[in-house]
């Protein structure tokens, strides 16, 4: 996966993910001292992202999206493989280039404001990363929390309130605004949208649009909602299971989806029109547990292409056409 | 769209509903003057952004608003040729569940943690129906059967916690169709679920229509559902069903600009689109309405007269009406 696609900014990769895995121990007992069994949340992924462009995670509920966003964000430690930010390891670096990385690698979550202190103003709150990280003086501090306000669509007004006061899509501009604190060159955006209405889903969006055409920042965007992908994405991932079963550029991805899991994933998504057609292909069946996921492709005991091999033969990734990468015994 | 049951006569009519709170901000008129009708066999759609007033609106129909701090202040809701509003409390509760069920948001919160799924269905379907024991266990089973969960006898020792996200929203969907109502209402019922067992719950719903001409009611923020599920729309804004038509109507004709509005800020899957539409500002707090038309602080078609008077509702064509000075 190192080509770039033609919408590409000047194509560098900032951030890579290398054969990524997280096994959490499932324990029983007394202190939970004996490990039963291994939840593989996330068994080996990889993918690049690029500087000025967004890269899409999709899937479904548990496949282990946001668990790969935490060890991106150093909030898990990998059980496996590797970080590389501007190709160097950061498990292996040195403690100040871990720092820096920490600082600039950002997030935004659904709801990022319900875990901070209720009882700080919005200006100390977003002031708070440059206070941690930066030697710099409370004017220029303050001064960049009013233009940050002004970036992310909020003026001084709203620095004094407290966050209850508030709407959802305000409390959203404001984790963005907190989240472009420190300079950051990448962030992680963990369903920034899914919470919101319609219409201010859609100030968002551009909202974000916009700051990475001014500030050439690199977006990590997991969505579930196939619309917002094509609409955000330079390249989207599509996981099942712990694993990447498709990557593709994104106009690629919907014009000519492989994976029968992106398909049916496709088929399921609600049309945009009434008369919009659409292929019917209604899955059956739940999402296995990561838990005890099946032997062959995770995906056969699903999956209506399903032949003999795949409940035997583990997939790899191949390149059936340039930059789109399926994992299935059909290619 | 999925093919629709054969609609049938008018099983359902309110008629100027208005539900309103009182708050320490004031009154709140979370449903101001509602009308609109359901058809046999026919699914409704209700959207609009979140305050706007679709939840209370299902909750008044089903006599639920909690009294104090909510009033029906005054309205009519006729169902199969009855007025509920006139009903004791006692008559209600006969009604809810046999020919009124509403499904609601949270599938967890309207599950008791501490029954097992198969007990609350036999609970659901005792309440409605006096028949044996036996039987109810066996007519439980069917209706878990129906709504697809996998090995049912098994499951439905089941307490909820042990099922995933989406059989516990089949088996509130189960309880919601085992007395075979007249009319449901589903409010947000797929939000919590993932697209592909989104899309398998849709199709059951639509099923269990089809079987047994079922009218439904959807209330969704999602444009999405509305497409795929309804045959008609009502666009609701700050407590008033703005616009009405049936679904082409709406999204071939939008003619209320908070509903064009709308349809233009949401993002589609075939096509790339350059940049969103986005309505600027928030849907009006609803203790402190503007006067006129309220959309007007938000609206790129604003009149002067939208500012003092709230426009009159204009038909577009048989099925189709929207309230908008820029339509008189
Ligand atoms: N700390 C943990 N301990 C044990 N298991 C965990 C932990 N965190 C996550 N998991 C499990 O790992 C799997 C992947 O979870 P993850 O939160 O990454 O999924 P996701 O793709 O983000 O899902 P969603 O779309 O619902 O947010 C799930 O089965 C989850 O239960
Ligand atoms: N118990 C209550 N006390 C006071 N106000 C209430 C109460 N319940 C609802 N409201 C108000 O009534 C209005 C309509 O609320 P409603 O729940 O119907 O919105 P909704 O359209 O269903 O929104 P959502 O899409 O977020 O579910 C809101 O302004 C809400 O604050
Ligand atoms: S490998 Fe086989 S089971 Fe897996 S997705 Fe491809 S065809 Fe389906
Ligand atoms: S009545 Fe006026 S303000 Fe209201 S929607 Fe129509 S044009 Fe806009
Ligand atoms: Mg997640
Ligand atoms: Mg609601």
Same mark, same amino acid.
């Given at each position: ?125 977003? #002031?708070? !990363? ?6 710099? /003086?409370?004017?220029?501090? &303050?001064?960049? @929390?009013?233009?940050? $306000? %002004? ?117 399921? #998504?609600? !049309? ?6 659409? /292929?019917?292909?209604?899955? &059956?069946?739940? @999402?296995?547990?990561? $838990? %005890? ?39 | ?328």
């Amino acid at each position: 996966m190192t080509t770039t696609p033609e919408t590409s900014g000047n194509g560098q990769i900032i951030l890579e993910a290398r054969d990524l895995k997280k096994h959490f121990p499932v324990t029983k007992g007394l202190l939970f001292s004996k490990i039963t069994g291994w939840i593989k949340a996330v068994d080996g992924v990889s993918f690049e992202v690029r500087v000025g462009e967004t890269l899409g995670l999709v899937g479904e509920s548990g496949c282990g999206k946001s668990t790969t966003a935490k060890m991106l964000l150093m909030l898990e430690e990998p059980t496996d493989g590797s970080i590389l930010f501007e190709g160097e390891d950061v498990h292996l670096t040195t403690q100040a280039k871990r720092r820096e990385y920490r600082s600039s690698v950002q997030a935004v979550f659904q709801d990022p404001w319900s875990s901070l202190n209720p009882r700080m103003r919005v200006r100390d709150l977003i #002031a708070e !990363p440059m206070v941690i990280n930066w030697d710099m /003086d409370r004017g220029g501090v &303050m001064e960049r @929390v009013q233009k940050l $306000l %002004n970036d992310v669509g909020l003026n001084e007004y709203h620095s004094n309130l407290f966050p209850h006061e508030f709407s959802g899509g305000q409390r959203q501009r404001l984790a963005i605004a907190r989240a472009l604190a420190l300079n950051p060159k990448v962030i992680v955006l963990d369903e920034p949208v899914s919470a919101l209405d319609v219409s201010i889903r859609a100030q968002i969006m551009n909202l974000l649009k916009d700051l990475q055409n001014e500030y050439n920042v690199s977006y990590l965007l997991i969505a579930h909602d196939l619309a917002t992908v094509r609409y955000m994405c330079t390249w989207v991932a599509v996981m099942y299971l712990g694993q990447i079963v498709e990557l593709a550029p994104v106009k690629e991805l919907f014009e000519n989806p492989l994976h029968p899991y992106t398909k049916a994933l496709m088929s399921a #998504a609600l !049309p945009s029109h009434p008369d919009t057609v659409q /292929d019917e292909m209604i899955l &059956m069946g739940e @999402v296995p547990s990561p $838990l %005890n996921p099946p032997p062959g492709c995770y995906f056969h005991p699903r999956c209506p292409f399903a032949m003999d091999r795949c409940s035997v033969d583990v997939t790899e990734a191949k390149e059936p056409s340039p930059q789109h990468w399926v994992s299935c015994h059909l290619y | 769209m999925v093919e629709s049951a054969t609609i049938g006569e008018i099983v359902l009519e309110v008629e100027d509903l208005r539900t309103y709170f009182r708050t320490r901000f004031g009154t709140v008129k979370a449903v101001d003057g509602v009308s609109f009708n359901l058809r046999k066999g026919e699914t409704l759609g209700i959207v609009g952004e979140s305050g706007c007033g679709k939840s209370v609106t299902m909750l008044s129909m089903m006599r639920l608003v909690p009294i104090p701090p909510g009033r029906i202040v005054s309205g009519k809701i006729v169902l199969d040729g009855e007025d509920l509003l006139q009903l004791s409390e006692g008559e209600m509760t006969n009604i809810r569940g046999s020919k009124i069920a509403l499904i609601i948001q949270d599938p967890m919160t309207s599950l008791n943690p501490v029954f097992s799924i198969g007990s609350q269905v036999a609970e659901a379907i005792k309440l409605h129906h006096d028949i044996p024991h036996r039987s109810v266990v066996d007519q439980a089973l069917e209706v878990l059967r129906k709504v697809n969960i996998p090995a049912a006898e098994t499951r439905m020792r089941d307490y909820p916690h042990q099922m995933s996200g989406g059989m516990r929203q089949r088996v509130v969907g189960a309880i919601g169709i085992s007395c075979e109502p007249m009319v449901l209402i589903a409010d947000e019922p797929t939000t919590s679920l993932d697209v592909t067992i989104q899309a398998q719950y849709l199709k059951l719903l639509k099923d269990i229509q089809k079987e047994s001409d079922l009218s439904l009611i959807f209330i969704t923020h999602d444009f999405g559902i509305v497409a795929k599920m309804c045959d008609r729309v009502a666009v609701m804004y700050a407590g008033r069903i703005v616009e009405m038509g049936s679904v082409r109507d709406i999204f071939n004709h939008p003619s209320h600009p908070y509903t064009e509005a709308l349809l233009a800020s949401v993002p589609k899957m075939e096509q790339d689109v350059e940049r969103l539409y986005s309505i600027e500002g928030q849907p009006p707090t609803l203790h402190d309405l503007p006067e006129g038309c309220p959309f007007a602080p938000r609206c790129p078609h604003v009149m002067d007269r939208c500012r003092t008077e709230y426009p009159p509702q204009i038909d577009q064509s048989e099925t189709h009406y929207a309230s908008c000075w820029r339509l008189a």
